[in-house]
């Protein structure tokens, strides 16, 4: 298994472009989610999924879309990137709803916005 | 709101017990304490969890007081891969469902 991967590994975007951040999890997970991560913060939810065709919204959604086709797939989308979303992106996946399992995280994207 | 109290950093020295502990007094009688890492900005990586007992696995023990206002995560040999940022996570319901929310963790740095 190649577990939950992320792609780009690192990005660099100009204010009001638009870009998707790809993730994807070959272990048949039904719950994914996306979070971001600000220089010397924790974690915060961007918005999770519970299964295909079912999305809702995290701590901070504002900014961000997300849509779910596929198990596999959870693709985190911004339609105008403002410097205020330059952080690290994790992507993260689990067998049953978060917090009653364990969940596995993605290597993170890394996105620069000038 | 992260609902847990650690210390922002911690020291140990290669071969001893690392012990992180944790303050969540206002748990509630469900919630389960959560512990994952952080390794030099990599994705999170779960350790262990618990809800009353004490556990263990390959990685940690967990130790989790009675009145569960407060636990304890016990590396019993840490070694120079152990330094990580350690977050104590305690689920938590909201009006968007379950979710882990994160505080900014402990820094635990080991030396030789």
């Known amino acids: 298994n190649a577990g939950v991967t992320q792609t780009p590994k690192f990005q660099v975007l100009k204010t009001g472009q638009s870009m998707t951040l790809q993730c994807a999890q070959d272990m048949n997970h039904e719950y994914m989610s996306w979070y971001r991560q600000d220089p010397g913060m924790g974690l915060r939810l961007i918005h999770y999924s519970v299964g295909a065709g079912i999305t809702d919204q995290g701590e901070v959604p504002n900014g961000y879309n997300v849509s779910r086709s596929t198990t596999e797939d959870f693709p985190l989308r911004l339609l105008s990137a403002a410097p205020s979303q330059t952080s690290v992106y994790f992507c993260?996946?689990?067998?049953?709803?978060?917090?009653?399992?364990?969940?596995?995280f993605g290597p993170g994207t890394r996105l620069t916005v000038l | 709101d992260a609902k847990t109290t650690q210390p922002p950093s911690m020291d140990c020295a290669e071969g001893r017990a690392a012990n992180l502990p944790c303050n969540h007094s206002?748990?509630?009688?469900?919630?389960?304490v959560y512990w994952y890492r952080q390794i030099h900005s990599q994705g999170p990586q779960y350790i262990i969890h618990?809800?009353?007992n004490n556990e263990t696995n390959e990685m940690a023990s967990l130790i989790i007081t009675e009145d569960r206002k407060s636990s304890t995560l016990i590396l019993p040999h840490a070694t120079l891969r152990d330094t990580a940022v350690y977050y104590c996570?305690?689920?938590?319901?909201?009006?968007?469902?379950?979710?882990?929310?994160f505080g900014k963790g402990t820094t635990l740095s080991v030396s030789s």
């Open positions: 206002t748990i509630s009688g469900n919630e389960y």
């Open positions: 993260a996946s689990s067998k049953r709803a978060f917090g009653t399992d364990t969940q596995y």
């Open positions: 618990g809800l009353k």
């Open positions: 996570i305690v689920r938590v319901y909201n009006q968007a469902g379950t979710a882990l929310i």
